[in-house]
């Protein structure tokens, strides 16, 4: 896939959650992705938020690259309609593709997997390896749990409190997007 605009890369749940709120939140930030002039990474399903936030930024007009891992073929359902997906043969390579593609990280909730490729992402920042903004979307206050736990890391003298400087948290989508903006540099020109 040629890349013509930024691309951010989405982690979210490949189920909906517990709160029908989130999948708004997935669908909406698909549609700002597209609005924004930026293109959307992520892990190719079509189940759960992923699947939401992929159909709305095609709706919107962006393009849309999804990674899976071989084994999870049969296992997940794809998104057939994505502009181009790669099929990798590890979790880690499908992790370090993502990343690699992307200029940004946009964490909506999710499981265990999502919660997977945000400390790696954050854990990256740490040691030099990428210089990507991370960005949570805490819709519902759904990461406090998390950044108390970062806290507890940092008091307990695990982490420097330098850690909460490696992504920012925001409460919706227009904020997360103009985080990501002022990040990246601006608004993309149209």
């Known amino acids: 896939m040629t890349r013509n605009c930024p691309m951010i890369c989405v982690y979210c749940g490949s189920r909906p959650g517990a709160d029908p709120a989130l999948a708004e939140t997935a669908r909406a930030t698909g549609l700002a992705v597209a609005r ?37 073929i049969g296992r997940e359902r794809g998104l057939e309609t994505l502009t181009a997906t790669v099929v990798t043969e590890t979790m880690h390579e499908r992790k370090k593709l993502m990343m690699e593609n992307a200029d940004a990280v946009l964490a909506l909730p999710g499981g265990i997997g999502t919660l997977d490729e945000l400390v790696e992402a954050i854990t990256w920042r740490q040691l030099d390896i990428v210089n990507k903004p991370v960005v949570m979307l805490d819709t519902g206050g759904y990461w406090q749990p998390f950044l108390g736990l970062l806290d507890h890391v940092i008091d307990q003298g695990f982490a420097d409190a330098s850690l909460r400087a490696l992504f920012q948290v925001t409460p919706d989508v227009d904020g997360a997007i103009a985080t990501l903006e002022t990040a990246m540099g601006g608004p993309v020109a149209r």
């Not at 990474?41 to 919107?60: F, H, K, N, P, S």
């Open 36 to 72: 924004a002039g930026w293109g959307l990474i992520y892990g190719a399903g079509d189940a759960g938020l992923m699947g939401i936030t992929a159909r709305a930024a095609l709706e919107g007009g962006a393009p849309v690259l999804g990674f899976i891992p071989r084994r999870l």
